[in-house]
Structure formats: structure tokens, C-alpha cells
């Protein structure tokens, strides 16, 4: 169906392509001429400037689509698409925004983005307009997660010929309602310094240094000596401006109200934030980075051809060889021979003692950022230095798994198997003597980005098991305890099973409508279970530090409030723009950010990593806007971003990302926007947390 909504017009361009600072695509105001706007299970009308929407329930994609007006828009000038967005309902929603090429099928010809609102809750949706080279060099590009795409790939488009925008809702369950604002073009699009057009031949392609060949950008190493002499002018940096004033020992405000000093990190409640407070009694808050020091391999076999004056050739510079394990990927399930170009350029850059060398350079470089953690991932060898607060982690990885359980980084394990607690406990107990008990340590995440799935997920998965499973048999022992016989739970699920038994030896999920109490039920004992027995495991051999959560990436509310119970300090993942305005469903809890990060292509890399940007000056403001925001949030003590140094151009072994998302390049030289947005940042911390700016 279709409705026209009179006085939407189309604002004309803003200056010429190239020097075009923003262009209007919509404007739900002004005058004729009349639109068409295009509705799919949904209803639309304009009012005061902005279109609401109202989506149905009975299509996958309810929503919108703008046609652009005269058949196309030229967006080649901009970097991405920008949606001011009002969740006007009763209940959360995630809009999706898609722009299209002709013929888009919703994979090929077309870039989405999305954003998530709470009711009442406004923003800005952003879509990068990723677009296509010339060539795809006959599929020799193989390993990494992003790469030069060619004409006809998944997610990207030609931005010349944009000739619709689609607003909608994905699989709904219930309606929703939403207004869409002004819709513009914006950023201007700063071209990939890496393409696949810029040599012929294009093999080899990456140089000695693990850096892309063919193309030149501020920062690029060329040298051996070259890189010694960053290192003495850097030591300079240091040495004359160490970090803020007025932080203590710890990083914790020194000019800030005293609390109570402990001897450790604790969380507490100071005129009504969320602080940590340091062992001496500071307010502190946690402005950290993850991955120090920690080296990440690429995999060199069937790429041999990739790599000129290849470093592992010398005698000098084998001992960074190795073999890896690939989790996903071209490499999936093997072990191939890779090489850590990012050691090698430490070595080149500060000899043979460079462990050392480097390991007090991190530190100082730490205090010299603005920064005052040293987060997940970390090289223990630098972090039990004590010079800086550190966190730590154990994980389940011993456990046995619930075998109908999946996941992106694998099976939940199963927590009523004696490997889990044991497991945990053995991982616990590894840290006695180290930072177990030592003030330096903030303390503990549990295992990482788990499959939580939704509220009824971990039953289902306990259902589709084998008999022996623990959780299945834990499971359908609960339901023995409510039904007492199975005619009980037949007549409560309309189901004809023969016996408890039988129950067991079914891998079938029941109807969720029917066994949804039951199921979410469950699920909600093995939350809690999770994150009793990981605290416990803290408590016993660390007791005075604090457990900081798993490090949520896709939860549900049973689960965050299993945490919130639990947890000293629950822990998100959280890559957007902003947490400003997030939401935590288990009521007031201290919050830390594990993981966020943003990256941009123009200086010789393939990916953005997860949050893309147009340029360094973009991801610099987006860093300071990200943690600031977070600083006025009263539930956030900290944010920690991934990773201290770029992955590896052509991806890393485990599951071939290759980001843009370092503090530094592959070569150890610092991102100078983004230091200097980390500097003022760490500078402005801890009067924004108290509304002082």
C-alpha cells in the first residue's frame, strides 16, 4: 500500500560534491510538491516536522520506504547516512534504516544500519555507505575478515545511484511506533587508503613491516632507524608530560572527596554514582584499555606471495614464528604456520631486551594517555609490574558444554557438571600469587561474550541434549519436583510423553508457548548458577577484589539480572556510538564497558572493526564523545577499549578480523588523534562524572 503526505519536500543539496558538508535527503516539513512514501504492514503520517510510524506484526520487515525523489540520490560525496530517530511507543525498539541500490535484495546492493531505543528514548541512526572497488583479484584475497569488496558483494552499494531508504523493524512480536526526523547525507567520505587498484601486480602487497605496500599515510614506518628515532622522540613526550594532574598512585582523583581506604578496589555509591573506589580511598574511575602488550599471529601459509622482505626469513627475527589455531574462516579447524609482525617490529624498535623496554613504555605510555587500567587480554608480565590497576580474568573453558547450546564463540557450559565448578575453581586458584590479593588488581571477569540467547534458550538447549546431559537431567528433575508424575506435565505442555524417562531420551525442544514458564524458569536457575559459583570461586582465593561480570554481548533480562544479584560490577560489550542513555534492567548495579572501539580505513587497513568511522579526526571525537557520555552515566565506573594495538592487516588466526582499533599501528606508533582525544578525556574525567564541565 502506499499513502501521499502532503508538505514532506526534499530539501536541496548543501554545496557540491566533495565539499558538501551535509545534504538533507528528507525534510518532513515545508510545503508541495507531494511524496509518495511507501508502507509495508505499517501505517505513516506527518506531523510537526517529523513521520510516525506505526508497524504491524504480520510481516518480517514492517516499516517504511522513501523513494528518493527524481529516481536517485549522488551520495558519493559523504560518508555515511544519518536518521534522527524517537521511539514514541511503549515498549523497546530497534529501527533499522537500509539504503539501496536498484534490484537490492537485502544482502547484495544495499548497507543497513540500525539502532536500538527505549520508549521515549531519541537518536541518531548512522549507515556507512561502504561501497565496491573495481576488482576483485579472481578471489586471491582469502583470511580476513574485511578486504577490498568488488561489485556484486554482500554490504556494500554504489553510491551514486541511492534510490530508495528503508525504515523498518525486524520480526517484530509486538507494534511498535516510531518518528523519523530529518534524514540527511553526511561526513565526507575519506577514500580507503588501501585498494585493490593501486599496483599491478598487486602480489606482494603487505611490506617487512606487516603494513600495506602500495599507498602511503601519516605514520607509515619505512625504516629501522626510523623507528628508533620514534622511540627516542616518544621518550621525550613522556618524560616531560607523565599524565593529569591531580590523579593519585592509582589513577584515582587525589583532588576528590575521601573515602574510607580498604586496601583494595571496592564499588560504592557516592551522592548518588556509581564509583570505584581506589585502595587509598580515591574515587576512581576506570579509563582502560585491553590487550596491552598482547601480541595477535597472521597465518602465512598459502600466502607466500603476500609478503615482501618477509622478517621470519631471518635468523634474528624466527623466534616470532609459530603455529595457531583458527576458530573460523578460511583456516577453520586448523593449526596453520603464522607470524607476529607486531613482535618483530618491537624487537627492531627497542632491541633485544624489548620485552622490558617495552612492558615500562606501556606503563608511561598508560599515564601519558590519560588512561588508568590496564584491562581484559592483558600481558600478566606487564600488569603484575604493579604500576598501573589492572583487571583480570578466569574463564570455564574446562567445562563440559550443554551439546544443544550454540553460539557464536561456541556451547554455554553446562553448570551442573562437576568440570564447571571445577573448573572455575582450578582457574582461581592459578592466580594465587599473582593477583590474587594484590591491591593492583581491580578485579575479575568471568569467560567472555557467552550465548545467552533468549529467556528460554539454555532450556531449549538442555531439551535438545543427550540423556546424560547434566542440565537435561537437572531439568527435567525440576519439572519431576512441580508435576510429581508426567500426566502433569503432559496437560501443562499438551504433550503425550510415556514417562520421566522417555522425557529424557527426547532431543526435542517442547512447544515454547506452552512450556515458556518452565523453560524460562530454568533458564533462570542456570543464570543464577552461573554467577554464583564464579563469585564463590573469587571469593575463596581472592576475597577482598571484585567480580566484574562475563562481559554481556547478547543478553536478555534474566540473565542481567541473575548478574546484577550476583555481581559486584556487571560488565557489557558494548559496541555503539553511545551509552549516554543506556538502560540496565537489573535496577541500580555498578556498570563497567569491557569492550568498545572505533576504526576508520585511512590509514592502510581493510576493516574498521566493528563501529566504523570516516577518518582518524572522526574516530578521535567519537572516542572522547563515547567515554565522556559514559562518565555522566551514574551506573558506569569505566569504559575499556579494544584493543592497545591494531590486528593484523591480513587478520588474525582465530577468526581473520583485521581492524583498524589500535591506540597504535602494526609498527607501534601511536594514532595521534586518538591519543590526543584519550589525553582530554582522562584530563575531563572526573569533574564531567560530577556535572563540573
Not at 521511539?87 to 539504503?99: F, Y
Not at 607523565?242 to 593519585?248: I, K, L, Q
Request: aromatic letters at 12%; proline letters at 6%; hydrophobic letters at 40%.
Amino acid at each position: 500500500m502506499h499513502i501521499d503526505i502532503v508538505g514532506m519536500a526534499l530539501a536541496l543539496a548543501v554545496g557540491a560534491a566533495g565539499s558538501a558538508a551535509e545534504q538533507v535527503l528528507w525534510d518532513f516539513t515545508g510545503s508541495p510538491p507531494a511524496t509518495v512514501v511507501q508502507t509495508t504492514d505499517a501505517t505513516a503520517s506527518a506531523s510537526g516536522g517529523r513521520l510516525r510510524v506505526t508497524t504491524g506484526t504480520a510481516e518480517p520487515w514492517p516499516g517504511v520506504a522513501l523513494a528518493a525523489p527524481g529516481g536517485k540520490w549522488d551520495l558519493a560525496a559523504f560518508g555515511h547516512i544519518a536518521v534522527d530517530l524517537k521511539n514514541a511507543g511503549t515498549n523497546r525498539v530497534a529501527v533499522s534504516c537500509r539504503a539501496d541500490n536498484p534490484g537490492a535484495d537485502g544482502t547484495k546492493g544495499c548497507v543497513t544500519g540500525s539502532l536500538a531505543l527505549n520508549p521515549g528514548q531519541s537518536g541518531t541512526l548512522r549507515v556507512t555507505i561502504r561501497r565496491s572497488a573495481e576488482s576483485r583479484l579472481e578471489g586471491r584475497l582469502f583470511g580476513m575478515r574485511g578486504y577490498p569488496h568488488g561489485p556484486g558483494d554482500s554490504g556494500v552499494v554504489d553510491p551514486k545511484n541511492i534510490v530508495q531508504l528503508l525504515l523498518f523493524v525486524n520480526r517484530p512480536s509486538a507494534r511498535h511506533i516510531f518518528e523519523v526526523g530529518a534524514v540527511r547525507a553526511a561526513g565526507a567520505y575519506t577514500p580507503p587508503t588501501a585498494w585493490v587498484t593501486d599496483a599491478d601486480p598487486f602480489f606482494p602487497f603487505i611490506d617487512t613491516f606487516g603494513q600495506y605496500k602500495h599507498k602511503e599515510w601519516p605514520g607509515k614506518a619505512h625504516s629501522v632507524p626510523e623507528l628508533r628515532m620514534r622511540r627516542e622522540q616518544e621518550a621525550k613526550e613522556l618524560a616531560a608530560d607523565p599524565g593529569p594532574e591531580g590523579w593519585c598512585e592509582y589513577g584515582g582523583w587525589a583532588a576528590g572527596p575521601r573515602q574510607k581506604a580498604t586496601g583494595f578496589f571496592r564499588a560504592e555509591k557516592v551522592d548518588g554514582r556509581w564509583w570505584l573506589v581506589d585502595p587509598d580511598g580515591h574515587l576512581f574511575w576506570s579509563h582502560g584499555i585491553d590487550c596491552v602488550r598482547m601480541i595477535d599471529t597472521t597465518p602465512i601459509d598459502e600466502r607466500q606471495a603476500w609478503f615482501e622482505a618477509f622478517p621470519g626469513a631471518e635468523p634474528a627475527f624466527k623466534e616470532f614464528l609459530s603455529k595457531g589455531f583458527a576458530l573460523k574462516g578460511h583456516y577453520a579447524g586448523k593449526t596453520p604456520e603464522c607470524y607476529a609482525f607486531a613482535a618483530a617490529n618491537m624487537k627492531r624498535k627497542y632491541g633485544g631486551d624489548w620485552r622490558a623496554a617495552y612492558a615500562d613504555t606501556a606503563h608511561r605510555r598508560l599515564r601519558h594517555w590519560g588512561l588508568n587500567t590496564i584491562a581484559n587480554w592483558s600481558d600478566s608480565d606487564v600488569f603484575l609490574m604493579r604500576r598501573t590497576p589492572y583487571t583480570d580474568n578466569i574463564g570455564s573453558s574446562r567445562a563440559r558444554r550443554i551439546e544443544g547450546s550454540g553460539g557464536y564463540w561456541g556451547k554455554f557450559p553446562d553448570v551442573y557438571d562437576p568440570t564447571f565448578r571445577e573448573g572455575i575453581r582450578r582457574s582461581m586458584e592459578g592466580k594465587q600469587g599473582g593477583s590474587a590479593s594484590d591491591p593492583w588488581c581491580i578485579g575479575y571477569f568471568s569467560d567472555n561474550e557467552m550465548s545467552w540467547g533468549d529467556d528460554t534458550s539454555l532450556a531449549v538447549a538442555a531439551s535438545k541434549s543427550p540423556p546424560d546431559q547434566p542440565a537435561k537431567r537437572q531439568f527435567i528433575a525440576d519439572l519431576e519436583a512441580k508435576y510429581g508424575g508426567i500426566g502433569g506435565l503432559n496437560a501443562a505442555w499438551g504433550t503425550e510423553h510415556a514417562s520421566w524417562e522417555a522425557l529424557r531420551e527426547l532431543r526435542e525442544a517442547p512447544d515454547p508457548s506452552k512450556a515458556r514458564a518452565d523453560l524460562v524458569a530454568f533458564y533462570a536457575r542456570t543464570a543464577e548458577t552461573y554467577f554464583r559459583e564464579v563469585r564463590a570461586a573469587i571469593r575463596e582465593v581472592a576475597p577482598n577484589q571484585l567480580y566484574l561480570g562475563c562481559r554481556f554481548a547478547w543478553v536478555n533480562e534474566v540473565a542481567a539480572k541473575a548478574a546484577a544479584r550476583q555481581c559486584d560490577v556487571v560488565s557489557y560489550n558494548l559496541y555503539r556510538r553511545s551509552i549516554a542513555d543506556f538502560e540496565f534492567p537489573g535496577g541500580d548495579k555498578p556498570l563497567i564497558v569491557g569492550e568498545f572501539h572505533f576504526g576508520a580505513l585511512d590509514r592502510g587497513m581493510f576493516h574498521t572493526g566493528l563501529v566504523p568511522v570516516e577518518n582518524q579526526a572522526a574516530r578521535a571525537q567519537a572516542y572522547r564523545d563515547y567515554v565522556l557520555g559514559a562518565a555522566r552515566h551514574p551506573l558506569f565506573v569505566g569504559t575499556h577499549w579494544f584493543q592497545w594495538k591494531d590486528e593484523p592487516t591480513t587478520g588474525r588466526v582465530y577468526d581473520e578480523e583485521n581492524y583498524q582499533i589500535g591506540f597504535l599501528d602494526v609498527a607501534d606508533t601511536p594514532y595521534r588523534e586518538t591519543i590526543e582525544a584519550s589525553r582530554a578525556a582522562g584530563e575531563a574525567i572526573y569533574l564531567e562524572r560530577i556535572g563540573r564541565r
